[in-house]
């Protein structure tokens, strides 16, 4: 494996890894807790940081290459899901899940009420918890991941 090929594989192994200690810091340490789309955009980073571990594991350097390429997809991924979120967070468009939705108490007697307040959800998707110069920590996700998975890939062509 070429040196370039090689510095892909690791930020395909340490950019999952940071962004998930990022996450995982925020909510533990900060009290941040996650949306049900901030779980979505966790779920690709996993499996990325697999797939990554296994590309130093494999003896194999083409299946090693091989492994990198999908991590960088599967960071991507995480980076589209959170580009969907942080338009949610910005009300640029519609959520599509339960914790972008209202709970609407008119015409509803005590019974009703109190089962509508109680399935809504605690976290909601379409507000951002935190932000940093106007960036929600989803949006740093779309750009951190997104902009990592573009110099993956980059630096595995070039490596070929």
């Not at 930020?11 to 900060?30: D, F, R």
């Not at 109680?118 to 929600?136: E, L, Y």
């Amino acid at each position: 494996m070429t040196g370039t090929a090689r510095l892909a594989r690791w930020i395909a192994l340490l950019l999952p890894a940071a962004l998930l200690a990022g996450a995982w810091g925020s909510q533990l340490i900060g009290h941040l807790y996650p949306c049900e789309m901030c779980h979505w955009q966790r779920w690709p980073h996993y499996a990325a940081l697999v797939v990554a571990l296994l590309a130093f594991l494999l003896p194999a350097p083409r299946l090693a290459r091989t492994l990198v390429v999908i991590a960088a997809l599967l960071i991507a991924v995480s980076g589209a899901i959170g580009v969907a979120h942080a338009g949610v967070e910005y009300h640029w468009w519609n959520g599509f899940t339960a914790c972008t939705q209202t709970v609407d108490l008119r015409g509803l007697g005590p019974d009703a009420r109190l089962a509508a307040l109680m399935k809504a959800p605690v976290v909601r998707c379409d507000v951002a918890q935190w932000t940093f110069a106007g960036i929600s920590l989803a949006g740093f996700n779309a750009i951190l991941s997104l902009g990592g998975a573009a110099v993956i890939l980059w630096l595995m062509r070039k490596a070929r």
